[in-house]
């Protein structure tokens, strides 16, 4: 089951931007996925390493082409240049960056959330057909 750290179940195609963190280990005996949200700055930090890979990208054709002799050093300094920013730009990011967590106290308190609202589901399902 995939839930959000409010105790709301998610279906897999609506979890939000973030890692998931398995629990197994519980006493619902159900196997939680629990979704962290990434922080605005994690977000802007994803953002910039996708923009500076995809010019990375964008750019491998013209490497090549100095790679096979059809760029001299001069035409393809610019390039080089930008290319060697990009990666350690791409690295300097990574470096700093930390996955979010949960205390095991959050992970229980999302679990509890979620197995009482289904309950209560239940419980409204069961008086509704009598």
Known sequence: MIID???NELHAWYRKDGPLIMDADNKYGTEFAIGVEYSD????QFSEIKELKKYLK?????ALKYADGAYTEEEYRPYKEARATA???INEIEEGFSEPTLTREEIDEAERLVMEKLKEDTDDN???ES
């Not at 700055?41 to 802007?44: I, V, Y």
């Open 5 to 7: 750290t409010k105790g």
């Open 41 to 44: 700055k994690q977000k802007a």
């Open 58 to 62: 964008d750019t491998d054709y013209r």
């Open 87 to 89: 990666r350690a730009r």
């Open 126 to 128: 069961t008086d509704d």
